[in-house]
């Protein structure tokens, strides 16, 4: 199927000195976390062009309270707030590019701060976008502790400066959201929503680069166990590969992961239980075995790279015993929630 051709983006005349072509908005997603204010703040200290509107997604289940708006300062009057009602950020960002009128919306989360010089420098990346361009990501750079070695929630979230169409800073042209549909709300985590619509929108022929703006993303405190909710991931990538094919890892320019390393050690794990409970001891020694050494390994991977404390080192082994077998949980739960997927298919061309 041939890709069909994007519609130009709206040319600015000389005399208005290019803002026709620049104007956008900006869409946050947010569960009511205090970080908002931050991200607010942030916004209306960027010199530059402000956006023309801030739409703010409340996607909390039942609204308590307020939301931090007087952080916007002199942008307060440029904010609006939307209502989600808990259903995800990939629906909290469709309702809120669904409501701006701007040819392009500028996805950030609540958790970031854009840099003094991010507006000007997004004005000029919007402003050097060719009509074929669809989506223009930030760079984002994730401050570590300067005193001691990365704790593993820490190098996690430092991933995201390698990270591929993140929409923790991501402008898109509007009219390139409206031609894919916009995020699939089928993804109902902060993960591989983002994934799935970069890929769409290149498949619906629009190019996506890189561009000079620079956005902080500050390491969210997290308790210790965190990297075993965050296993739930699993299932969405058993949609992404329903949705994409088995290529998508290489075509997202997502990391594999160690997936199935973790399927080899669950199934040494169950092979050691099952032949323990028919009588066959060797063979349960020898399962066990392998299954402690991949755990060991998995463990000491994590160590190694951080500060080595005797709270993160316990931390560590105790979840690096049950992140494998929730892995293969979830990836099964995944399986069977998302069998009936099918293939996306490119919009077909304009008449």
Do not use: K
């Amino acid at each position: 199927m041939t890709s069909p051709t994007p519609s130009p983006a709206p040319s600015a005349s000389p005399r208005s000195g290019g803002r026709a072509g620049i104007a956008y908005s900006v869409v946050v997603p947010t569960v009511g976390r205090p970080c908002l204010a931050g991200c607010l703040r942030a916004l209306a200290a960027a010199g530059g062009p402000p956006p023309e509107e801030i739409v703010v997604v409340d996607d909390r289940p039942d609204p308590v309270g307020g939301l931090p708006l007087e952080a916007a300062a002199t942008l307060r009057s440029r904010v609006r707030v939307l209502r989600c009602g808990g259903r995800g950020p990939a629906a909290a960002r469709n309702i809120g590019w669904r409501a701006v009128a701007t040819p392009w919306t500028v996805f950030l989360d609540d958790d970031v701060q854009v840099l003094p010089d991010w507006a000007r420098l997004l004005a000029g990346d919007l402003a050097a976008a060719g009509p074929a361009t669809g989506g223009i990501q930030g760079r984002l750079t994730v401050p570590l502790p300067g005193d001691r070695r990365p704790t593993d929630w820490e190098r996690g979230t430092a991933g995201l400066e390698h990270a591929a169409w993140a929409t923790a800073d991501m402008a898109y042209r509007t009219s390139a959201l409206a031609r894919v549909g916009g995020f699939d709300e089928r993804f109902r985590r902060a993960f591989r929503e983002d994934a799935d619509l970069a890929l769409r929108v290149r498949d619906a022929g629009w190019r996506l680069r890189v561009g000079r703006r620079t956005t902080r993303h500050p390491v969210r405190p997290a308790d210790r166990w965190a990297s075993v909710r965050a296993q739930r991931g699993n299932a969405d990538d058993v949609l992404m590969t329903r949705l994409h094919g088995r290529d998508w890892w290489t075509r997202a320019e997502a990391p594999r992961g160690r997936f199935r390393r973790h399927a080899l050690v669950t199934a040494a794990g169950l092979a050691a239980v099952c032949c323990a409970l028919t009588g066959r001891r060797r063979r349960a020694l020898a399962a066990g075995g392998l299954w402690a050494l991949g755990t060991a390994e998995f463990a000491l991977a994590r160590v190694r790279p951080g500060p080595r404390t005797l709270d993160e080192t316990a931390t560590m082994l105790a979840t690096s015993v049950v992140i494998p077998p929730l892995a293969v949980r979830h990836r099964i739960a995944g399986l069977v929630r998302h069998r009936r997927a099918g293939r996306v298919r490119p919009p077909r061309s304009a008449s």
